[in-house]
């Protein structure tokens, strides 16, 4: 078993929502992404999204994207993004999702990167930019590493295509709530619920949802229908905001909405 299907088994044991942060990797540098991912780990977040930042994202809105270029300009790469974690994993208990392009893998050299964010101590991997039929080679690959490849489910999956991912489904679903870009949206769709239930009916794989969840309220609402919530413009925007200034108070404002969001997913 991988170290994600360890957390979510434990997670269902207690009756419990995974919270899932996202940060970008290098944003401000990559010192403050080793402080945070420590801090959040101690901030009781069941798993961390890590994102590798790219020129080119895609469904990425303006805040990643602007945290994407923030560490671009300092020149932040892929192998010394890698030696960070490799650096942080063995003091933190919370898995490691890398959220990275297929174009970063391709140029790293598959292989390479694959072995490279094993030995750092990566759990899994979400590639937003590699379809589904055609992510088997890469899935094998990974398998032999027990790296979990996570897929994405949207709205506008079909039927047919949304059980052809299920049957080969990795670590958990990453269900994207909109059909859209990355950011913080004031309200939810009203049927975002009910298509989760629906989900995690079809699967065993633990179902979690991203892509516009801003607060605690808006999470508490999925707490009966996802086995995860993920946040990242709420959380990347409050770095932007806050650490070209002052990095103390930009650590504490995150953990702070994390254990926030994590108090809101407890289920009584």
Do not use: W
């Amino acid at each position: 078993m991988s170290a994600i299907d360890t957390t979510f088994d434990q997670l269902r044991a207690d009756g419990q929502v995974a919270f899932m942060p996202f940060i970008t990797a290098g944003d401000p540098d990559l010192e403050f992404t080793a402080d945070l991912l420590r801090a959040l780990d101690q901030a009781g977040c069941s798993l961390i999204e890590l994102g590798f930042p790219y020129s080119d994202p895609i469904a990425d809105g303006p805040v990643i994207q602007e945290s994407y270029t923030r560490a671009l300009q300092q020149n932040v790469r892929v192998g010394d993004i890698l030696k960070m974690v490799e650096q942080v994993t063995p003091t933190v208990q919370v898995p490691l999702v890398a959220m990275v392009s297929y174009a970063i893998i391709y140029r790293h050299g598959i292989e390479a990167f694959l072995d490279q964010s094993q030995s750092a101590g990566i759990a899994g991997l979400i590639v937003p930019d590699l379809p589904s039929d055609e992510a088997d080679s890469l899935r094998s690959l990974c398998d032999d590493r027990d790296l979990s490849l996570i897929p994405l489910i949207t709205p506008t999956t079909t039927p047919e295509r949304v059980a052809r991912i299920l049957e080969h489904s990795r670590g958990f679903i990453y269900y994207v709530s909109i059909a859209g870009i990355t950011g913080e949206r004031t309200q939810l769709p009203v049927e975002l619920a009910d298509k989760l239930r629906q989900l995690r009916t079809q699967t065993k794989t633990p179902v979690c949802v991203g892509f516009g969840i801003r607060d605690p309220e808006q999470a508490a609402l999925l707490t009966d229908a996802a086995d995860g919530v993920i946040v990242g413009s709420a959380i990347v925007r409050r770095i932007g905001e806050l650490a070209g200034e002052n990095r103390d108070a930009a650590l504490q404002s995150v953990v702070e909405f994390s254990q926030e969001m994590v108090d809101s997913l407890k289920r009584e």
